[in-house]
């Protein structure tokens, strides 16, 4: 199925996710030429992956090196339009695990989530805004986990009880929150 498509058909939740569609889907039309590629300074589209355990009571994080925060796995479409296939390349590249499947094919959520400037590989790369995309992917805890030294330092698994102000600042306690409780529910709809 096509991205463009994919994203139309997906069912917003919440009045953020609703005007985030509207924003992407606007943004897709006005740079169809780029909006799949960094090339597009200003916004592109991301893949993201929730890593949950099959038991839906925790999630896989890494330590990003850019944020130096605990994040969700994830990263550019750098071309590529199949956006499940993204998410889950970049969830075995940045964690090490072998096998991770999607719950579900579908988008489970839409998110424009800004990234501030900073430095990679000794180039400046400009404030702009991902365009994310997400998918709940599903990976066993035995799996043997591996540190991504180019993006991370760190991989560990998390209770979902830590998706707290305690812990994370107040976008990411939303964003990981709603993609738990849509991770749940979805659970509840496929069994």
């Known amino acids: ?5 994919e994203i139309s058909e997906f ?11 509207k924003v992407i889907l606007g943004y897709i039309k006005q740079y169809p030429h780029n909006i799949l590629s960094r090339n597009n300074e200003i916004a592109h589209i991301t893949s993201s992956g929730f890593i949950m355990n099959p038991s839906f009571d925790k999630v896989l994080l890494v330590h990003h090196n850019i944020r130096n925060a ?12 199949n956006l499940l296939q993204v998410a889950v390349r970049e969830a075995k590249e940045e964690t090490g695990v072998n096998e ?23 180039k400046y790369v400009n404030t702009h805004l991902h365009l994310s995309i997400a998918y709940i992917l599903i990976a066993s805890e035995n799996e043997t986990l591996t540190i ?14 830590k998706f707290t102000d305690a ?25």
Request: no cysteine.
């Open 1 to 5: 199925m096509n991205f463009i498509t």
């Open 11 to 21: 069912i917003p939740n919440n009045e953020q996710e609703n005007q985030d569609k």
């Open 70 to 81: 605990w994040a969700w796995t994830g990263g550019h479409a750098d071309g590529d339009a």
């Open 100 to 122: 991770v499947v999607p719950l579900t094919k579908k988008i489970v959520s839409v998110d424009i989530l800004p990234v501030f400037g900073h430095w990679k590989k000794g």
């Open 148 to 161: 991504n030294k180019n993006e991370n330092s760190g991989v560990s698994w998390f209770s979902v009880d």
């Open 167 to 191: 812990y994370f600042d107040e976008h990411d306690v939303y964003l990981y929150n709603k993609l738990i409780k849509r991770a749940k529910d979805l659970n509840a709809d496929l069994s």
